[in-house]
């Protein structure tokens, strides 16, 4: 009888995908940390996303949706399961032509003949970069998706947690979400239907998502009248102000006071934690909201670090910082609970004045 294994590489054969076993996840994490997964594959077809699905419910074996690895941090004991990733007319973006597309804001015209005022709409496949969005709608002479130029993260990946910078959000432009259930039924969902929640998932983690729609104002200004800043101009800012060596990104959401975000960074960086390193994870020196890989970090090395920061920002502050980063595969596990016994003992000798 072939097990699982057999079944997909025979599902994949012939179609648009590449597929591997006992895959390093360090290989596909922007924090380059994590095990080996069973089985990775990268689908670039509909069909072929369905036929690798259909796989996943006939031997009940786990999926994982994977994008650029941002904002995730992985076990160093790896996956079970398959992790898939999308590519190819997956990651496709491109302009909507038809007439009459209408959502909740109301009706948008035929985009062939706008005015330079008009809406317009862009399609984005969840494989998409969120930084190949801000590009692709520059040339196309549209504003609004600018602060999405150098975040390192695809659109599926960023509709998990509502991806952002400059005070701007996915949740401003996107208004249509097209998505697969786990029986592979195909959906739509509407703009009324879509959460926009700071830094929470759009729409539920039992969903696919396949593609998204985004309105967003022809010319040189947002639809509030501001001066459109280049996406150039942004990545500059992100680069200046971020560290280069390998993270996830912003590590901690910022949190919310009297009604106001503050930043996490700053509230780390005034609890003197800027430098602080355990194994091969530190604080960045540059930016105190990145968790940074200085050549050997481990996943415990840096799940103690983030939780030794939270206990140290939560005494001197009051406020408990909740991470953006999710871990893989979760936190029920046994090294999790470890590295939370010695934060406990840290937490004991801070009390002590140890």
């Not at 909740?104 to 317009?120: A, F, M, N, Q, W």
């Amino acid at each position: 009888m072939h097990d699982w294994r057999s079944h997909l590489g025979e599902a994949v054969t012939g179609c648009a995908a590449e597929l591997r076993f006992a895959e390093p996840m360090s290989k596909h994490t922007t924090f380059r940390i994590g095990g080996l997964a069973d089985a990775w594959v990268s689908v670039r077809d509909r069909n072929t996303l369905a036929r690798v699905l259909e796989v996943c419910r006939e031997t009940g074996v786990r999926t994982w949706l994977l994008g650029r690895g941002s904002n995730v941090l992985v076990s160093d004991q790896g996956l079970r399961g398959i992790v898939i990733c999308l590519g190819g007319e997956l990651a496709e973006i491109k302009e909507q032509r038809t007439q009459g597309i209408q959502d909740s804001r109301g009706p948008v015209s035929d985009t062939r003949v706008l005015e330079s005022s008009t809406p317009r709409i862009l399609s984005a496949g969840a494989g998409a970069a969120l930084d190949a969005v801000a590009t692709f709608a520059e040339k196309e002479g549209l504003a609004g998706a600018e602060f999405l130029a150098g975040i390192p993260g695809t659109v599926g990946g960023g509709l998990h947690s509502n991806a952002g910078a400059f005070g701007r959000s996915l949740g401003d432009i996107v208004i249509s979400v097209t998505v697969l259930d786990h029986d592979g039924n195909e959906s739509v969902l509407s703009d009324a239907q879509i959460r926009r929640e700071y830094r929470k998932p759009m729409v539920d983690d039992s969903r696919i998502v396949l593609e998204v729609t985004m309105q967003l104002p022809s010319g040189c200004r947002m639809s509030n009248g501001e001066r459109r800043v280049s996406p150039e101009e942004i990545r500059k800012q992100r680069w200046s102000k971020h560290p280069t060596e390998p993270s996830a990104g912003s590590f901690f959401r910022n949190p919310e006071k009297d009604g106001e975000r503050i930043p996490a960074g700053k509230l780390i960086e005034q609890c003197g934690l800027k430098g602080r390193s355990i194994g091969g994870a530190r604080v960045s020196e540059k930016h105190a909201n990145f968790l940074v890989n200085t050549g050997k970090a481990r996943f415990a090395d840096v799940y103690e670090l983030a939780q030794i920061v939270k206990a140290t920002v939560e005494e001197q502050t009051g406020i408990l910082l909740e991470e953006e980063v999710q871990y893989l595969p979760g936190p029920n596990e046994a090294r999790i609970q470890n590295a939370e016994a010695r934060i406990q003992k840290f937490r004991s000798g801070a009390a002590n004045g140890r």
